[in-house]
């Protein structure tokens, strides 16, 4: 189908959001904030959540 016989717009090419140096930025941003803190549940979520962003980068 197309827009003529649906009457929509199709919907266009995704585009990245983040560059691989803005995941190393972050990275980096997360282990300064992960020293600071004392909560052990907290300082798991942002570990878990440096990790994820490794794989991005």
Known sequence: MTEETTGQ???GRARALLSTA??????????SH??????????AKI???HHR????S
């Open 9 to 11: 717009k199709e919907p």
């Open 22 to 31: 803005d995941f190393k930025l972050l990275r980096r941003a997360l282990e």
């Open 34 to 43: 992960a020293r600071t803190l004392d909560d052990r549940e907290e300082l």
């Open 47 to 49: 570990n878990a959540l």
């Open 53 to 56: 962003l490794g794989n991005y």
